[in-house]
């Protein structure tokens, strides 16, 4: 894979303990429960069992180190160039016997920051990701289509701000199976999604949206301003 199993390691050890509590939180950093938890409908089986994802780790000093790998960072500086900054960072974790999907969407939904093309996320496994555990499925070529519309998935329980895009045949998505380290680099209008995790073990991944320094974003306000960081050059 792109990335080491050492750094790997060290960053799902650093969500861990985030979560559990034994390390300083910073003060922007999100640990957001799973719908199901949150609900009542599901018992954790510990409090790592709990947590859907955190986001916005840009002053954390551990995982922010993900960001500024310099194999990742060489991959995207060729797409978006070298002057870059941060839009969205997160870990994503599908605990089991919790359910943990992600609508196919698209991420540019979430995202002011144009022009697209000089966007670029970051996906990268931590796990070993399969159709078992929830791997990321994509519909290749849906970047070419422009930005959906989004609306609530038909589910019973939909974790906050999950949409899925519309008017698509999900027959037509791919699955992509990783191995740790392993990483994808994609378009903000790509259409992708997760399932489920059915396996007996986590599923974790590790994830940044770079933006160029030509992105720029309206001016005006938002419910959560956008959490941004400057990606020093080299």
């Known amino acids: 894979g792109l990335i080491s199993e050492e750094k790997i390691a060290r960053w799902s050890r650093r969500f861990e303990d985030l979560v559990l509590g034994k ?25 790592l069992h709990a947590i859907t994802k955190i986001l916005s780790f840009e002053e954390d000093p551990v995982l922010w180190q993900y960001t500024l790998d310099e194999a990742l960072l060489a991959a995207v500086e060729s797409i978006a160039g070298e002057s870059l900054f ?64 989004h609306g609530n998935p038909d589910w019973e329980h939909v974790n906050f701000g999950f949409f899925a895009a519309e008017g698509i045949n999900p027959e037509t998505r791919v699955h992509v199976e990783m191995a740790p380290g392993d990483t994808l680099l994609f378009h903000p209008l790509l259409i992708h999604g997760s399932g489920r995790n059915r396996s007996d073990g986590f599923r974790r991944a590790i994830s940044t949206h770079y933006a160029s320094q030509e992105c720029k974003r309206p001016d005006r306000a938002r419910k959560r301003e956008p959490v941004t960081k400057e990606v020093p050059k080299g």
Request: aromatic share 6%; net charge positive.
């Open 23 to 47: 390390v300083e939180r910073p003060e922007k950093l999100v640990i957001m429960k799973d719908v199901f938890v949150a609900k009542g409908e599901v018992v954790p089986a510990s409090p």
């Open 86 to 149: 941060t839009i969205s960072s997160n870990v994503f974790n599908k605990p089991p016997g919790v359910d943990s999907r992600h609508p196919l969407h698209q991420d540019l939904r979430y995202f002011a920051y144009r022009p697209a093309d000089k966007i670029v996320a970051a996906w990268t496994a931590m796990d070993a990701t399969t159709r078992q555990n929830g791997c990321l499925s994509v519909i290749p070529g849906s970047h070419e289509s422009g930005l959906r519309e």
